[in-house]
């Protein structure tokens, strides 16, 4: 959910029980075409529904839209482990939500919990079906993360 | 928690907020829109604010979960649709419509969803429980029976409305 200035008092009054970070990153390829709005809005889709889930616990981060080119791998990495190890006194819980296969690994690798988000849906993004696989990809986040919470 | 190392909370919530630091130099940042979705989603409107959710003759005494649209005016987005969810039951001839957002803070309930599969309602954020009711139970976090919607049943079907404080919870 997008949070308004006038939550702030909300959000301090709840951060003894927010305890996980998560953290959208979308990846797309550097050529601009339609693909790239479809994977930005597969990725808000299935990220705000788990956030939507799961407000209590956890902080949905601004997501990050990535542009692909031959540097990506040595500056996204850093630049995304940074922001992580600055809030990970905050979170003893971080999570990283990606359609990028090369992100999941490297940080699941740090110890991040990483979801690798099944390709964006073949379907318009305002289909039904669009929403309905959404909610489905969601579904299949929420348990682990839960389960990450009673380990 | 340390502030030593890391940001404190002000600064990591007026980072989160303000959206300021490295985020626009990589890449474009998305605005967010809440909202769930559900393969059940129904769209359409009775009179008033009453919207059509499900077939009273599909109810039983277990709560199932149905999805329908609702139109808010949100502060950012003006007037839209929106997407919620119910825990809908019958009892002694009476539809319940129970919101599914938990009284603590927020995260959606299940119904018999936590480890011992009680016939309760969890929130498996802070292992909030719930009465089939929407009760809150004593020595969990929800200070707070659920909410229900209002209800109406007009031609075999049921019609959710606005949530309101949960009245069936005797002394809640
Ligand atoms: S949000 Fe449900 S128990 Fe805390």
Known sequence: MKWKVEDMEQLLGMEEYVDTLLYPVSVSPMDWDVKWIADQFWLEKVSSNVEQNLKGRVFLFQPLCVARNELFLDTTIPFIRQNIKAMSNRFPHRAILTNSKELAEAFQEEGVIAFLLSPTPEEAVTSKRFLEKSLIEANRVIPKLIGVWSQ | ?172
């Open chain 2, 1 to 172: 928690m340390s502030k030593d190392q890391g940001v404190s909370r002000r600064q990591f919530l007026n980072y989160c907020l303000t959206g300021v630091g490295g985020f626009l130099a990589a890449g474009m940042l998305a605005p967010m829109i809440k909202f769930a979705v559900d393969p059940a989603l129904k769209k359409g409107k009775a009179g008033g604010n009453m919207v059509p959710v499900v077939d009273e003759a599909v109810l039983t005494g277990e709560p199932s979960n149905h999805g329908f649209k609702y139109k808010i005016t949100d502060a950012w987005l003006g007037e839209q649709e929106t997407e919620l969810t119910a825990w809908i039951y019958k009892e002694g001839g009476q539809v319940i419509a129970l919101s599914p957002i938990c009284k603590h803070l927020g995260c959606t309930v299940g119904w018999k969803n936590d480890p011992q599969k009680q016939n309760r309602f969890f929130c498996p954020c802070h292992n909030g429980l719930y009465e089939k009711n929407g009760k809150n139970v004593p020595g969990t976090p929800p200070m707070n029976p659920l909410d229900t919607y209002q209800v109406e049943v007009k031609n075999g079907k049921v019609y959710l409305g606005l949530v309101e404080p949960n009245k069936i919870v005797g002394g809640a």
